[in-house]
T-cell receptor, first 110, second 116 residues
């Protein structure tokens, strides 16, 4: 079964940039690339999404590889509140099918 | 921003009983809703995808007769755990989206189910 793959965990220092990678080599042309983050005992929260071009919003930036087989979520200045599990999720624009894996746990050191 | 309300936030039930969890999109019409299960310290697992007015599509390994999903309107989906057993104790989460792919998923805050 196709999934997105992410490292299990990553550590960063507060106020430094963080780059969270995701591989999605089986992505199809209609799949959007989404990122969400989840704190313990809460539902996930939307971070950003894109299709082909890089995207910026107030929370983060999304860099999408030219062949779309990988993407990177960029947090420009990590804060302690950014510590969470981050999920990279593909959502089909054709039939809403979701593809995702186990997520990456980000720890932020003060 | 868009809000998805999930109710109840926690429930304790006895083994053999059924439990219904509601997921409502409060300020938008959800073409598709999703249900997930999450065991402690594990990742999200998709259970089923539900489009309004049609039967839900269940993921492999999820028993459709045990986890009944109803998506009767564009703002409400329900998950009923039938004949619950202790192994069904988990964190159940829903999400909803306006359109396919190009709109964000809006997640509920989850329901903690404990079966005694």
């Amino acid at each position: 079964d196709a999934k997105t793959t992410q490292p299990n965990s990553m550590e960063s220092n507060e106020e430094e940039p963080v780059h969270l990678p995701c591989n999605h080599s089986t992505i199809s042309g209609t799949d959007y690339i989404h990122w969400y983050r989840q704190l313990p005992s809460q539902g996930p929260e939307y971070v950003i999404h894109g299709l082909t071009s890089n995207v910026n919003n107030r929370m983060a930036s999304l860099a999408i590889a030219e062949d779309r087989k990988s993407s990177t979520l960029i947090l420009h200045r990590a804060t302690l509140r950014d510590a969470a599990v981050y999920y990279c999720i593909l959502i089909s624009g054709a039939n809403s099918k979701l593809t995702f894996g186990k997520g990456i746990t980000l720890s932020v050191r003060p | 921003g868009a809000v998805v309300s999930q109710h109840p936030s926690w429930v304790i039930c006895k083994s053999g009983t059924s439990v219904k969890i509601e997921c409502r999109s409060l300020d938008f019409q959800a073409t598709t809703m999703f249900w997930y299960r999450q065991f402690p310290k594990q990742s999200l697992m998709l259970m089923a995808t539900s489009n309004e007015g049609s039967k839900a599509t269940y993921e492999q390994g999820v028993e459709k007769d045990k986890f009944l999903i109803n998506h009767a309107s564009l703002t409400l989906s329900t998950l009923t755990v039938t004949s619950a057993h202790p192994e069904d104790s988990s964190f159940y989460i829903c999400s909803a989206t306006r359109s396919r792919g190009g709109s964000p998923l809006h997640f509920g805050n989850g329901t903690r189910l404990t079966v005694t």
